[in-house]
């Protein structure tokens, strides 16, 4: 599985899928990262790759002692149903 990175110039974290980059928009302030939109290139949804982003995108989040905040639908069912993120939930 492709690494997950931080594009601070463009406020989002990244992940190389082959078909395109899948990508996770954020706002980042006073410690908390609000998560805008998800998206994934549409030749590839429903393989995994958006759950890939999101593990990536928190594991880099609890890293920097970041919290939380998933405006995103995608990512607030992720964070939902993958309980050992819920310390990272604002």
């Given at each position: 599985?492709?690494?997950?990175?931080?594009?601070p110039?463009?406020?989002?974290?990244?992940?190389?899928?082959?078909a395109?980059?899948?990508?996770?928009?954020y706002?980042?302030?006073?410690?908390?990262?609000?998560?805008?939109?998800?998206?994934?290139?549409?030749a590839?949804?429903?393989?995994?790759?958006?759950?890939?982003?999101?593990?990536?995108?928190?594991?880099?989040?609890?890293?920097?002692?970041?919290?939380?905040?998933?405006?995103?639908?995608?990512?607030a069912r992720?964070?939902?149903?993958?309980?050992?993120?819920?310390?990272?939930?604002?």
């Amino acid at each position: 599985m492709a690494e997950v990175r931080d594009n601070p110039a463009l406020n989002r974290f990244e992940m190389d899928t082959g078909a395109g980059v899948a990508f996770a928009t954020y706002r980042r302030a006073d410690g908390v990262l609000t998560v805008l939109h998800s998206e994934v290139p549409a030749a590839l949804k429903g393989r995994g790759l958006g759950s890939a982003l999101v593990r990536g995108m928190l594991d880099l989040a609890r890293a920097e002692r970041l919290k939380v905040r998933p405006l995103c639908g995608f990512v607030a069912r992720y964070m939902t149903t993958h309980p050992e993120y819920g310390d990272l939930r604002q």
